[in-house]
């Protein structure tokens, strides 16, 4: 995981809730690898499955010239999903009490192309990870959903003394 990481920003709300429940949690660090799991395993999961990003937003397609050319060369035209070495690519770690999700690695160096778009070779941004709203990488309703289950799952367990 080391060509691209972006920090999950939220709308004010999620992060003012987020920090006033990490306030109450022993094990911060336990909690954000569980928020991390679960966004990279579900969210992200989702977003290659769907072929949108967290917002519930669909990629663009593919060219059908591309297309074609990708169906004759790989035998495919799933977006996103020759090999499957890009997904496998995404995951998560807590640095300095932070969430940071990822993709990339030395079998992937197309990772943020696919993130973010490149111009320069006519690949639009298919966001897998997050949702980018105004010109400005973000959390999407997906992470966000994930973000409010797992916090209330995990302060209705710190309630009855669990760690």
Known sequence: MALFKAQLTGT?????FLSKTLDQVNDKEKLLKKI???IVNEAVLDNFIEKEN???EAWQGLTE????KKLEKRGT???LEDTGKLKKSVGHRVENM???????????PYAASHQFGYAKKGIPARTYIGSIQNSKFTTGKKEEEILNTTI??????????EK
């Open 54 to 56: 967290s917002d519930y």
């Open 77 to 79: 035209d799933n977006l």
């Open 152 to 161: 209330q799952n995990w302060v209705s367990r710190f309630g009855k003394g």
């Open 12 to 16: 004010g709300a999620i992060k003012d």
């Open 36 to 38: 991390g799991g679960r």
């Open 65 to 68: 010239r591309y297309k074609k």
């Open 98 to 108: 932070k969430l940071i999700i990822g993709a990339g690695n030395k079998d992937t």
